[in-house]
């Protein structure tokens, strides 16, 4: 049962337009979403996270949008550079579980 | 220079033999966690502890073990029952603010089977 789907294997993107990365859940009880950046043979770096009680967070070109009533959420990179390509994986916390659920992730390429 | 840190990079494993991989923080995080990754899949949890002394089994716990006997290292073992060992292992840690959780991961082991 994957509670946490990022349907997209991967996303081709031209350098300086919107990266738009989505993410769909199915567990009501997914109190705080995070998005994590992975390069190839490395560690997920945190990027941004958003609680349920929001619908919307910033953080320079990375917004994290929610919409609760449709169990989703999304990555919008404005504008797209080269750096930005890697992997991307969505994570959402179980309330008072302290653990994360992952999706799949979704491979961004940026193209010059 | 705070951080986690995984090691070996890269772990090669002999039918039979058991191999354990070290992971050490010194953010002062009470929990960490051990998850593996396989290609084209995403992150899935092995163990994880929240306390010194305590770990529970995460999703594919069978094959693996763990020990927490120090709040910065929480070395996993792969033993010789686990028949699928290779795969991108990765060790997290996290601190908790306001009850929102955010793991934070290390650099990673790659094991393989010879």
């Known amino acids: 049962d994957q509670q946490v789907k990022q349907n997209s294997p991967s996303l081709s993107v031209q350098e300086g337009r919107i990266s738009i990365l989505n993410c769909d859940y199915t567990n009501s009880m997914f109190d705080y979403f995070l998005w994590y950046k992975k390069y190839p043979a490395e560690g997920p770096t945190f990027l941004i996270s958003i609680s349920s009680i929001k619908d919307k967070n910033e953080d320079g070109r990375f917004t994290v949008f929610l919409n609760k009533s449709a169990k989703h959420l999304s990555l919008h990179i404005v504008p797209s550079q080269p750096g930005d390509s890697a992997v991307y994986f969505c994570?959402?916390?179980?309330?008072?579980?302290?653990?994360?659920?992952f999706g799949q992730g979704t491979r961004l390429t940026i193209n010059p | 220079d705070g951080g986690i840190t995984q090691s070996p990079k890269y772990l090669f494993r002999k039918e039979g033999q058991n191999v354990t991989l070290s992971c050490e923080q010194n953010?002062?995080?009470?929990?960490m966690y051990w998850y593996r990754q396989d290609p084209g899949q995403g992150l899935r949890l092995i163990y994880y502890s929240q306390i010194v002394n305590d770990f529970q089994k995460g999703d594919i716990a069978e094959g693996y073990s763990v020990s927490r006997e120090k709040k910065e290292s929480f070395p996993l073992t792969v033993t010789s029952a686990q028949k699928n060992p290779t795969a991108f292992y990765l060790c997290?840690?996290?601190?908790?603010?306001?009850?929102?959780?955010?793991?934070?991961f290390g650099p990673g082991t790659r094991l393989l089977v010879l």
């Open positions: 994570a959402a916390n179980l309330q008072g579980a302290q653990k994360l659920v």
């Open positions: 997290a840690s996290s601190i908790s603010s306001g009850g929102q959780e955010t793991q934070y």
């Open positions: 953010l002062n995080h009470d929990a």
